[in-house]
Each structure stands twice: as structure tokens, then as C-alpha cells.
């Protein structure tokens, strides 16, 4: 079974970028770009007075929280399709986009990352999306993305626009957003069995939108995305980057490179070797990028429900059905279902935000 979603082809040379090419035919991304139909309230920002006061303990709650810079924010597990709700949404709500991933912030390795390729952006400003060095900074901490994301933030709503945090990194979301960051302190957080709990208390008004698909349902399209990624040229962008880039020891942490390490070590790139024996370790490393995706993934939820418990207002929107859709052949579309369970409620839910 092979999953129709659209993806792009990169071709590779030692001087220059990758480049896109061509792709599949169908995807949930929609080839028009939806007219903006909200205008952004004039909310107040951090630094204004409110008019009166209030005594009441939930009015003031209320009106710290007016204080602060509105953001939203996408969670989910990798895969579930949080770059599309973002594009979906920035695009209508005058918005600009922060990626949380953190091996996404890194130059390089645009198929073995999954980043978000241009065509599909739709014109919108993408931040911290390949924009660091992996060789300069080879370990981009969630406190240098708490300060760098936190400045581009004060960025985007100093020209009126909506900060969109999308990303499946929840130790960089969780720096960010808290009041106060202990780079030691909140290391262990989101570790089960430890005692220290996210802070509840945050620096921004957060809209959370949790994408969620069943495990069963999300393990099946991250296999056939990997495959798709391979068929895409994830492969010669792994052979690039160990035949020129051994030292970027921070994009060495992405899944596919220690899986295919010790395959380029038997085989070197353009050595040749066995063909039975290469096919045998190519096709070893590839059910191991799928299962440690799988348990990425398992793993990202976990800390998505820790934040939950720990008083996050995670608003959870179950894309399941749009990707069992995806994965069939039944004629029913999945971005039908897409906009209906996941789309429609996300907007409802971000225009009432803004509106608050």
C-alpha cells in the first residue's frame, strides 16, 4: 500500500541546495490559498495599563492573561499533520509561523527532518525553520530557542500579526512558554517518574491546539511516510551528509542517521559492495527509522498529556478518521474529513481566542 500524500523530490550535488522538483499527485495541502476573512483584534500587549482593576481572583486572572502577547500554539505528535493545520491557519488569520522542531531549526536534511517544503507554505513567513548552523551551534538547547523564538515573538506581534508555534518538540515548546525557565531544574520535567511538574504558569496567552491520531492508525502512516521519504531522495540526502558532513553532530541526532551510520560504515557511499548484503543492512535501517519513529512519536504524547495534567489548556482536535481516509482506497476524501473535524473546529476555536 503506498500512502498518497504529496512530497517533495530533491536533487543533490556537493554545491549547491536541494532543489525541488516534482511530487505526487494528491495531498491534504489545498492548491489555493484561502482569503483572509478575520481581521486580528487590537489586543494589548505586555507592557499596557489595564483600564481598572479588579479584586476578584478570577478577574485578575483574566486580566494578567490580557496583558500578555496572544499566541497559538500546534502540538502533536510527528506525522499527525500539524504543519498543515498551521499553513491552514495562518493563512487565515494574518499569521506567521515559529518552528518548535528541534531538528528542523537546522540547515540540511530537508527529507530526513520532514521539513515543510516551499510549495507548500503558501507564502507564509516560516521562522527558525533551517535557519541554524548545525556545525556552529551542534547543540541548539530549548533555552537558545526559548531566546531566540521568545525575540522573533516580540517580532511578529510588534507588526500586528499572529505568532503560530508549530512543532513535535515539547521540551523547546515547554521553555518557551513558561514564566520562568530553569535550563537544570526543568530538565527533568516531563520525565514519568520524577516529581517536578510543568509550570502551569506561562509568559503568553496560549491558544493550545492538540492534533491527535490513535497510535494504531499513526504507526501505520508513519512506515508508509518513511517509504515515501526514501522514495522521495532521503536516501541520497543521507549519502550527501556522510560523504561531506560527518562533523554536524546536531543533525546527527534526527532519526535516520544512527540508523544508517553503521550501513555507511560497511558500505561506504560509492564503494560499491555486495548487492545482496547491501539490500539486506538498507532494508535493516529502514524498519529501524520506522520503529523509532513509532516510539518518537509514543513519546511525544506522553509529554503532550504531562503538560495536559499539568493545567495546560490543551484543546484536542482527533484527526484519526482524515488519516485512515488517506490510507484507504475509499472515495470519500480526507481532506474533507480534514476540514470537518479538524479545520473547522480549530478556526471556531482560534477566532473565539482572539475575540476573548
Known amino acids: 500500500m503506498r500512502i ?4 517533495v523530490q530533491y536533487s543533490y550535488s556537493s554545491s549547491t541546495q536541494a532543489q525541488y522538483s516534482s511530487y505526487s499527485h494528491f495531498s491534504f495541502f489545498s492548491s ?4 483572509l476573512f478575520f481581521k486580528i483584534p487590537r489586543w494589548p500587549r505586555m507592557d ?9 481572583h478570577n478577574h485578575n486572572h483574566n486580566n494578567n492573561n490580557k ?3 496572544k499566541i497559538v500554539v500546534i502540538m502533536g505528535a510527528t506525522g499527525t499533520g500539524k504543519s498543515k493545520l498551521s499553513i491552514d491557519l495562518a493563512t487565515r488569520f494574518h499569521a506567521e509561523i515559529i518552528n518548535s522542531d528541534k531538528m528542523q531549526v537546522y540547515n540540511g536534511l530537508d527529507i530526513t527532518t520532514n521539513k515543510i517544503p516551499l510549495h507548500q ?8 525553520l533551517g535557519e541554524v548552523d548545525p556545525v556552529l551551534h551542534d547543540d541548539f538547547s530549548p533555552l537558545d530557542f526559548r531566546n531566540m523564538a521568545g525575540s522573533v515573538i516580540s517580532d511578529i506581534v510588534s507588526r500586528r500579526k499572529l505568532p503560530l508555534i508549530v512543532g513535535g518538540s515539547n521540551s523547546f515548546v515547554h521553555a518557551l512558554l513558561v514564566d520562568r525557565f530553569d535550563p537544570v531544574g526543568d530538565s527533568n520535567v516531563f520525565d514519568p517518574s520524577s516529581r517536578s511538574f510543568p509550570s502551569s504558569t506561562l509568559r503568553y496567552n496560549c491558544c493550545f491546539l492538540w492534533v491527535d491520531v490513535s497510535m494504531r492508525v499513526l504507526s501505520e502512516y508513519l512506515s508508509l511516510r518513511v517509504e515515501d521519504m526514501f522514495d522521495s531522495g532521503m536516501l541520497d540526502e543521507l549519502t550527501e551528509f556522510f560523504s561531506e558532513f560527518p562533523s554536524r553532530s546536531g543533525l546527527k541526532k534526527a532519526i535516520g542517521i ?11 557511499p560509492h564503494d560499491g559492495g555486495d548487492p545482496v548484503r547491501t539490500e539486506e543492512a538498507y532494508m535493516d535501517a529502514v524498519r529501524e527509522i520506522k520503529d523509532n519513529t513509532c516510539q518518537l512519536a509514543k513519546r511525544q504524547i506522553g509529554k503532550i498529556v504531562r503538560l495536559k495534567g499539568a493545567g495546560w489548556d490543551l484543546r484536542r482536535l482527533d484527526a484519526t478518521e482524515a488519516f485512515r ?9 480526507g481532506s474533507e474529513i480534514w476540514e470537518r473535524q479538524v479545520l ?11 475575540e476573548e
Open 4 to 7: 498518497e500524500m504529496r512530497l
Open 32 to 35: 489555493s490559498k484561502p482569503k
Open 48 to 56: 499596557s495599563t489595564p483600564h481598572h482593576r479588579k479584586t476578584n
Open 67 to 69: 496583558k500578555k502577547d
Open 121 to 128: 507554505r503558501c507564502g507564509i513567513t516560516h521562522h527558525l
Open 258 to 268: 544512527p540508523e544508517f551510520e553503521n550501513y555507511f560504515k560497511k558500505y561506504p
Open 325 to 333: 481516509e488517506v490510507m484507504s482506497n475509499s472515495n470519500v476524501s
Open 344 to 354: 473547522e473546529p480549530s478556526v471556531k476555536i482560534v477566532k473565539r481566542f482572539l
